[in-house]
């Protein structure tokens, strides 16, 4: 059985070993959606982890889902987020970025947009705004020529994430709308088809009542995503493609019916890409899980604890997946209190609690500094 420390191949990376930083948001973007100074060291930090998967980044305008939340649609906004790729890269990391289409769970106070989604039902809960937390308000539909727009904004920035031309191959570094960039220097990107995001709304039976060709049959709710990671594919390569996925996952009031069937199928389909990596989280029973690592022949991410869960990831956790046939283990919360996470299981040092007071408040406080760790802002 693989341990935690031993290394693994993807695509053109080689890992040093299994643990991957989860994606997680930390709401310190600047306005406009830009990424900060801090960011940079943010990330740096954390570089000894095998993979590090960035916190969700908005697409276009309408995909923003939270305040605070970084983007990858401007000039401007890929600038900002070339100190943190470099500051990664310096440490000797590796880094995807998580493209995030928060789809209905958005406020027009945070976007200045209505929200869209696969149909008008709103999202279960409160979404957070500028001013606070507000009940989810009306979505509109989109129409069916604007579902493939949609999809296709993931490929758009990813290609301003990972470059045009990477390895000297295709595109002559022209961008969508015809404006040339070799991009920020993301190691790949990871498309989130989770927690009741956009893909996950067009995946679930109760937010996606559609009759058209993206609703109803099993084959018709994964077309949307797999129309996402194929317009991504194209753009930057499936090396440098991934997908996050909460099979059986009620993040946001969704509801998904058939869920061994309709991942499986949605497996099969994204099998013929050769993607980077499946990154599934631990949302449904573990024999739906070990089904689906049965189903999927690439490398598979496990996130062995439930997302916003009571539960840290712990070694325990990250051994039992391993044994059970996943390549990668992905935490969150240990990384956050934890910059030096990776040589405090090594040489088995405690791993502290994450303060959950410290995820979303902004400043430095709790996100460059930790009392376990001998990490502090540069």
């Known amino acids: 059985m693989a341990t935690l420390f031993d290394r693994h191949r993807l695509g053109d990376l080689e ?10 948001t930390r709401v310190r973007a600047a306005a406009s959606g830009l990424a900060t100074p801090s960011m940079a060291v943010y990330y740096a930090q954390r570089a000894t982890a095998g993979l590090i998967i960035s916190e969700g980044v908005q697409p276009n305008p309408v995909g923003q889902s939270n305040p ?5 649609y401007t000039d401007e906004q890929m600038a900002s987020w ?5 500051a990664v890269h310096a ?16 406020h027009p106070d945070t976007t200045g947009l209505q929200p869209v989604g696969p149909s008008a039902v709103a999202a279960a809960g409160k ?8 009940s989810a308000p009306a979505r509109r ?5 604007e579902v493939s727009e949609q999809a296709r904004s993931y490929a758009e920035a990813a290609r301003r994430a990972v470059g045009a031309g990477f390895d000297g191959v295709g595109f002559d570094g022209v961008g969508f709308d015809g404006v040339g960039f070799d991009g920020v220097g993301f190691d790949g990107v990871e498309l989130h ?11 679930s039976s109760n937010a996606n009542p559609r009759t058209d060709s993206y609703g109803g049959p099993i084959a018709h709710r994964i077309r949307f995503a797999v129309e996402a990671v194929a317009a991504t594919v194209d753009a930057v390569g499936a090396a440098r493609t991934a997908i996050r996925l909460s099979p059986g996952g009620t993040f946001w009031g969704v509801e998904e019916t058939e869920v061994p069937e309709l991942y499986a199928a949605l497996l099969a389909e994204l099998a013929r890409f050769d993607l980077a990596y499946v990154h599934l989280e631990a949302t449904a029973e573990e024999e739906v899980l070990v089904g689906l690592r049965r189903a999927w022949p690439g490398t598979l991410i496990v996130n062995p604890v439930l997302p916003m869960g009571p539960e840290q990831a712990d070694r325990t956790a990250a051994d039992h997946w391993l044994g059970l046939g996943a390549d990668l283990i992905s935490s969150g919360r240990a990384l956050i209190a934890n910059p030096d996470l990776i040589e405090r299981l090594r040489i088995g040092l405690p791993v502290a609690p994450a303060d959950e007071t410290t995820y979303y408040q902004g400043g430095d406080a709790g ?5 376990a760790c001998q990490y502090t802002a540069a």
């Open 68 to 72: 605070g939340t970084p983007g990858l």
């Open 15 to 24: 890992l040093p070993d299994r643990v991957v930083m989860a994606p997680m």
């Open 127 to 134: 979404v957070f705004t500028p001013t606070g937390p507000q």
């Open 193 to 203: 088809g989770a927690n009741g995001c956009l893909i996950s709304q067009v995946l």
């Open 91 to 106: 440490n000797g990391g590796r880094i995807f970025a998580q493209l995030m289409h928060g789809g209905r769970v958005s």
């Open 367 to 371: 996100y460059l500094t930790c009392s």
């Open 141 to 145: 539909a989109l129409e069916t020529a």
């Open 82 to 86: 070339r100190p943190v790729t470099d």
